[in-house]
């Protein structure tokens, strides 16, 4: 994210805060409840690069967060139950359900142990290739070559060009260019082969990434029997379902949700879209997880769940705890609805 961005939304969510706005607007914003998103909770790096830190909070950013939300009107709920409220129009008081993707490590590590102490039920989506070794964590691959290299000489268009990457500044903006990039490619292909052809290029071991920082199987059983967790499916390779065709989306989903089963025992019933914006997941990936039986699934476009999301059970938005934005006066007007209502000019329901 680029700094001006960053700024952007905090000063927004600082005028939403001190302006005790997002109190006298939830109860017109603040919908049935909100399902949060967690990546990586871990203690913070010091590294200068670190350009997928708006994927990580730290411990006791988290367990600030879930103890307001203990000490709040809402009741921290499994998606089981979020979808049980939502089909039933049961809507007491405000739920709150917490999700965390890929399956890192530092789930088990880190964020388990603080969820835990206050009983507060959460899923973990798993791309199966992750615990089976074979995942491609790209995104990882690009900060890593960027990091380790003064100059990058890659093929655009065909064409061998190249970059100077010797400070912070450089290698943050080099970062930003390369990602932008590979996110607009039509197909996931494309994108994954100039990451391979990057890893090659500059020895960086693509599958080192899933045994140093993903659950293995065994440390994903030790999750699953805990009846506070719920294990839901996040494909086979962590791919934008939207980017592949149809009958590679609809195994990815497929097979994830084999897989899960057959290693853990339980067959998940709750879908992430990877990636899970507007570009990843659409309505051709909505009605293929509904053909294949899923009960909820739940997107990264931002917004808090109304009783309207009854019709869009597999498109449902969720709300990021953004690595860049750890302070407890945020969480508090994103949790409120406030902050999305006006990204998404109230408008409730974004499921095209
Ligand atoms: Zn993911």
Not at 28 to 36: A, N, P, S, W
Not at 182 to 188: A, I, M, P, Q
Not at 273 to 291: H, K, L
């Amino acid at each position: 994210m680029t700094g001006l961005k960053k700024t952007v939304i905090r000063s927004g969510l600082e005028t939403l805060y001190f302006s005790a706005a997002h109190h006298f607007l939830r109860p017109f914003v603040g919908g049935i409840g909100v399902i949060l998103t967690l990546h990586h909770v871990r203690p913070p790096r010091l590294d200068r690069f670190q350009p997928n830190r708006l994927l990580e909070v730290t411990p006791g950013f988290l367990e600030g967060v879930v103890r307001w939300l203990r000490r709040s009107r809402v009741d921290l709920v499994s998606l089981d139950e979020m979808h049980r409220r939502l089909i039933s129009g049961d809507v007491g008081r405000r739920s709150v359900a917490l999700t965390i993707d890929d399956g890192y490590r530092d789930t088990l590590q880190w964020a388990y142990p603080i969820l835990k102490k206050y009983q507060a039920p959460f899923a973990v989506y798993i791309p199966t290739s992750f615990p089976d070794r074979l995942g491609e964590l790209w995104w990882l691959v690009l900060e890593a070559v960027v990091a380790r290299n003064k100059r990058i000489s890659l093929l655009i268009d065909d064409k061998e060009q190249s970059f100077e990457c010797i400070t912070v500044e450089d290698k943050r903006h080099l970062y930003d260019e390369l990602y932008g990039w590979v996110r607009s490619f039509k197909t996931e292909e494309e994108l994954r082969h100039v990451v391979r052809d990057l890893a090659g290029r500059y020895q960086v071991d693509i599958a080192a990434f899933c045994d140093e920082l993903c659950m293995s199987w065994d440390e994903l059983n030790t999750l699953a029997a805990d009846p506070l967790v719920t294990i839901g499916a996040h494909t086979v390779n962590h791919v934008m379902l939207a980017k592949v065709p149809e009958k590679s989306a609809r195994s990815e989903m497929e097979m994830s949700r084999s897989v899960i089963e057959a290693a853990l025992g339980t067959r998940p019933e709750h879908l992430s879209y990877p990636v899970g914006d507007p570009t990843s997941a659409g309505p051709r990936e909505f009605r293929i997880a509904a053909e294949l039986g899923f009960k909820t699934g739940v997107t990264t476009r931002p917004g808090v769940i109304f009783p309207e999301h009854r019709e869009h059970l597999l498109a449902l938005p969720r709300i990021s705890l953004n690595g860049e934005h750890q302070q407890l006066r945020y969480a508090r007007v994103l949790v409120s609805g406030a902050a999305t209502a006006m990204w998404n000019g109230f408008r409730r329901v974004n499921a095209a």
